[in-house]
């Protein structure tokens, strides 16, 4: 079965400086990768995917993803961040069944970011 | 505003009651998503449709659950003799042709408490 995973439950990052979270997939055949973000008492909010091409995703408000398959990774970065930047951020990936990707997509269970002034 | 609406955002209600929870969505999406979300954990998902057929459904939805989208707009989430494990955040998501490659958009959920 598809998955992912985030080994971290909070990442604090001083405002300015670069911030990473780390999201680690396991996923049979090519995976569709995906970062949401939540903010307080807001939906869901899409950042960024990956389904094929250049490993460097580029996303809204400034963020990032690598994806690394020999690493199964698929890291969520920024350069500089904001105090704004705090929420809970989700990776996500697509389901795959009988070799055909799915309507459904699984997610991790999440990340919160503090950024510190 | 123009973005995906449910209602009630809050629902209180004693074991064993039924709920209901309404979903609309962006207007020109003709895909829909119900996922859950409970505390310290990622949304999981429940159901999918594509205009009026619910093409998806998660083992997750026991029979005391249903959904329904009929003209294909709107959609409801029935939750029958509701259980305390039932508690969490209902999420609905719209996208269209393009939200195949997973670019929802979400609500803001609606939040049951069963007591």
């Known amino acids: 079965a598809q998955s992912v995973a985030q080994p971290e439950d909070q990442v604090n990052v001083a405002e300015g400086n670069p911030l990473t979270v780390k999201c680690t997939y396991s996923v049979s055949g090519n995976p569709y990768l995906f970062w949401y973000v939540q903010y307080p008492n807001r939906g869901l909010q899409f950042l960024l995917k990956?389904?094929?091409?250049?490993?460097l995703v580029k996303g809204s408000y400034g963020f990032e993803a690598e994806f690394n398959k020999s690493q199964t990774s698929f890291h969520l970065k920024k350069p500089s961040a904001l105090v704004s930047d705090s929420a809970l951020y989700f990776c996500?990936?697509?389901?795959?069944?009988?070799?055909?990707?799915?309507?459904?997509?699984?997610f991790g269970t999440g990340t919160l970011l503090a950024v510190q002034p | 505003d123009t973005g995906v609406s449910q209602d009630p955002r809050h629902k209180i209600t004693k074991r064993g009651q039924n709920v209901t929870f309404r979903c609309d969505p962006i207007?020109?999406?003709?895909?829909l998503y119900w996922y859950r979300q409970t505390l310290g954990q990622g949304p999981e998902f429940l159901t999918y449709f594509q205009n009026e057929a619910q093409l998806e459904k998660s083992r997750l939805l026991s029979d005391r659950f249903s959904a329904e989208r009929p003209k294909g707009s709107f959609s409801t989430l029935e939750i029958q003799r509701t259980e305390q494990g039932d508690s969490a955040m209902y999420l609905c998501?719209?996208?269209?042709?393009?939200?195949?490659?997973?670019?929802?958009?979400f609500g803001e959920g609606s939040r049951l408490t069963v007591l």
């Open positions: 996500a990936v697509r389901d795959i069944f009988h070799g055909g990707a799915t309507n459904k997509l699984i």
């Open positions: 998501a719209s996208s269209g042709y393009e939200g195949a490659m997973g670019e929802l958009f």
């Open positions: 990956y389904i094929t091409g250049d490993n």
């Open positions: 207007s020109e999406h003709n895909r």
